[in-house]
């Protein structure tokens, strides 16, 4: 078993600034592994959407086009942690963010066997 929680979440300005933390526990990350870990968010009354996704082993990233240029995926092996650094916040960008891990990277909700708990963002206008 893998447990993943997010933090970071809260309410910032448009144009501001928030980093969101997934912290991994359990049956960690292989260092070597090719596991893809990802950053989805929801909004209200809507399914997951794809935001950005990492291969934990190589570092390589992935994002969503809506997301491109303003958000950054990394990771800290060390830390067994994954962040998401989101600049240029815009009220569009309110969701529930959630990581997962997943056995390669995709935009596919159904590619990941482990979830967080999710960690509100919300940007005022």
């Known amino acids: 078993q893998v447990q993943l929680v997010e933090s970071g979440g809260g309410l910032v300005q448009a144009g501001g600034s928030l980093r969101l933390s997934c912290a991994a526990s359990?049956?960690?990350?292989?260092?070597?592994?090719?596991?893809?870990m990802s950053w989805f968010r929801q909004f209200p009354g809507k399914e997951r959407e794809f935001v950005a996704a990492?291969?934990?082993?190589?570092?390589?990233?992935y994002y969503a086009d809506s997301v491109k240029g303003r958000f950054t995926i990394s990771r800290d092996t060390a830390k067994k942690t994954m962040y998401l650094q989101m600049n240029s916040l815009k009220p569009e960008d309110t969701a529930v963010y959630y990581c997962?891990?997943?056995?390669?990277?995709?935009?596919?909700?159904?590619?990941?066997?482990?979830w967080g708990q999710g960690t509100q963002v919300t940007v005022s206008s």
């Open positions: 997962a891990r997943g056995s390669r990277p995709s935009s596919r909700e159904g590619e990941y066997d482990y």
């Open positions: 990492i291969i934990w082993s190589y570092g390589s990233a």
């Open positions: 359990g049956r960690t990350l292989s260092s070597y592994g090719s596991y893809a």
